[in-house]
């Protein structure tokens, strides 16, 4: 069961969509930099963990289970700052002298958070020439690769999890592979069949059916997606990625008052607000104007780090808020060029369409078709720009 969570935790990371904000590294572990909003038990058992961690500088378990709670609570609360804390911690394991490849995994998920997918791929093969076994290890190798676009690679990084450990999380990771890489029929059925024989732990179950709902929803079955995102949503586990996936699937369906209900109290992460706006924006909801002023403030801040990881959100910003479709498609290009998931190819195709400069989408075009990636929501966009 621990191996299954180890696995589990890294791939959710992966999916997690991050605030806009940057991960901050305290200078001293006293450094106090803000209250953050977490129940007050979780915040005793974490100030424990602190203090033991305080006193014994040395002890890499006792670093690297904290260092696991903090990624762990900035995916959960969508907050950077906590990947920071983390980084702290195993700053002393990571040199070339020093390096423990538990420690290398750790820093390539909040290498990836940041987007910055060379420096993890390079972490995890270091980690992974330390010791092949381990599955965590070879999970987050595959989701990035996925990010990426490289299915191929993505599908044989699973096969050689599956060495070491045949679970429900090994099922869904050589699935996901799959149905990117024109078997999108087969991986549904054998993940439908999967999760059918069994029923595992709030988390893992969320992170199935979350992924069945996109899947349906690429195979033009909207009443299927929305049953396995009822299924997602029923085992009250948090997931920013599966409010954000949901939210896109009523948006796309114009049923824009059940995003905001469900959305409301969700202003905090930025991917969420940008979905609630553009929810408010079609039903001319009084907070919209604050909202889209929100996002603007903090896009601006984020613009003096250099900060990029959100060109696909900032685009579609830009395309459906705003109206600078070419603003838009000069995001979309260069948040293309990072990542290459369905949603990326749509934000492309769609600002492409919108500055009425369809050769722009050349590159989605080659890429759907070179990859064999199947998603109904693309084939009209694609009919128009090829045409």
Same mark, same amino acid.
């Given at each position: 069961?621990?191996?299954?969570?180890?696995?589990?935790?890294?791939?959710?990371?992966?999916?997690?969509?991050?605030?806009?904000?940057?991960? *901050?590294?305290?200078? =001293? !572990?006293?450094?106090?930099?803000?209250?953050?909003?977490? /129940?007050?038990?979780?915040?005793?058992?974490?100030?424990?963990?602190? &203090?033991?961690?305080?006193?014994?500088?040395?002890? *890499?378990?006792?670093?690297?289970?904290?260092?696991? &709670?903090?990624?762990?609570? #900035?995916?959960?609360?969508?907050?950077?700052? +906590? +990947? #920071?804390?983390?980084?702290?911690?195993?700053?002393?394991?990571?040199?070339?002298?020093?390096?423990?490849?538990?420690?290398?995994?750790?820093?390539?998920?909040?290498?990836?958070?940041?987007? !910055?997918?060379?420096? %993890?791929?390079?972490?995890?093969?270091? %980690?992974?020439?330390? &010791?092949?076994?381990?599955?965590?290890?070879? @999970?987050?190798?595959?989701?990035?690769?996925?990010?990426?676009?490289?299915?191929?690679?993505?599908?044989?990084?699973?096969?050689?999890?599956?060495?070491?450990?045949?679970?429900?999380?090994?099922?869904?990771?050589?699935?996901?592979?799959?149905?990117?890489? $024109?078997?999108?029929?087969?991986?549904?059925?054998?993940?439908?069949?999967?999760?059918?024989? =069994?029923?595992?732990?709030?988390?893992?179950?969320?992170?199935?059916?979350?992924?069945?709902?996109?899947?349906?929803?690429?195979?033009?079955?909207?009443? !299927?997606?929305?049953?396995?995102?009822?299924?997602?949503?029923?085992?009250?586990?948090?997931?920013?990625?599966?409010?954000?996936?949901?939210?896109?699937?009523?948006?796309?369906?114009?049923?824009?008052?059940?995003?905001?209900?469900?959305?409301?109290?969700? =202003?905090?992460?930025? =991917?969420?607000?940008?979905?609630?706006?553009?929810?408010?924006?079609?039903?001319?909801?009084?907070?919209?104007?604050?909202?889209?002023?929100?996002?603007?403030?903090?896009?601006?801040?984020?613009?003096?780090? $250099? !900060?990029?990881?959100?060109? $696909?959100?900032?685009?579609?910003?830009? @395309?459906?808020?705003?109206?600078?479709?070419?603003?838009?498609?000069?995001?979309?290009?260069?948040?293309?060029?990072?990542?290459?998931?369905?949603?990326?190819?749509?934000?492309?195709?769609?600002?492409?369409? /919108?500055?009425?400069?369809?050769?722009? %989408?050349?590159?989605?075009?080659?890429?759907?078709?070179?990859?064999?990636?199947?998603?109904?929501?693309?084939?009209? @966009?694609?009919?128009?720009?090829? $045409?």
């Amino acid at each position: 069961m621990k191996l299954i969570k180890a696995i589990l935790f890294s791939y959710l990371l992966l999916q997690n969509m991050n605030a806009w904000s940057e991960a *901050y590294i305290p200078k =001293t !572990d006293s450094e106090v930099l803000e209250q953050l909003p977490v /129940a007050a038990v979780e915040k005793k058992r974490l100030r424990s963990l602190q &203090n033991q961690a305080n006193g014994n500088p040395k002890d *890499y378990a006792l670093a690297l289970n904290l260092a696991r &709670n903090y990624i762990e609570l #900035g995916r959960i609360h969508s907050d950077p700052r +906590y +990947y #920071g804390y983390a980084e702290a911690l195993l700053k002393p394991w990571l040199s070339p002298q020093h390096a423990q490849p538990d420690a290398l995994v750790l820093r390539a998920t909040i290498l990836q958070n940041r987007h !910055d997918f060379q420096p %993890a791929l390079a972490d995890l093969k270091a %980690a992974l020439k330390l &010791n092949q076994r381990l599955p965590d290890a070879w @999970l987050t190798l595959a989701a990035i690769y996925e990010v990426q676009g490289e299915y191929a690679r993505a599908l044989r990084s699973c096969l050689a999890l599956t060495k070491f450990s045949v679970s429900l999380p090994s099922t869904i990771c050589i699935n996901s592979a799959m149905s990117l890489s $024109g078997q999108a029929q087969t991986a549904y059925r054998q993940l439908t069949a999967a999760v059918t024989e =069994t029923d595992g732990e709030p988390s893992e179950m969320t992170w199935a059916y979350n992924l069945l709902a996109e899947l349906a929803e690429r195979l033009n079955l909207a009443k !299927d997606a929305e049953s396995w995102y009822h299924k997602a949503l029923a085992r009250n586990y948090r997931s920013v990625y599966l409010l954000a996936s949901y939210s896109d699937f009523l948006l796309d369906h114009h049923r824009y008052e059940e995003v905001v209900k469900l959305l409301q109290n969700e =202003t905090q992460v930025d =991917t969420l607000l940008l979905r609630l706006t553009l929810a408010e924006q079609q039903l001319q909801h009084k907070p919209f104007k604050d909202h889209v002023n929100l996002i603007k403030s903090r896009i601006a801040a984020a613009k003096p780090r $250099g !900060d990029s990881v959100h060109q $696909g959100d900032e685009s579609r910003f830009a @395309l459906q808020v705003l109206k600078e479709p070419k603003t838009a498609l000069s995001l979309a290009i260069s948040n293309w060029a990072v990542q290459k998931e369905p949603r990326d190819a749509r934000i492309l195709l769609e600002a492409a369409l /919108a500055a009425n400069q369809p050769d722009a %989408a050349f590159p989605i075009i080659e890429f759907l078709e070179t990859k064999h990636l199947e998603d109904a929501r693309l084939k009209p @966009l694609l009919k128009v720009a090829k $045409g």
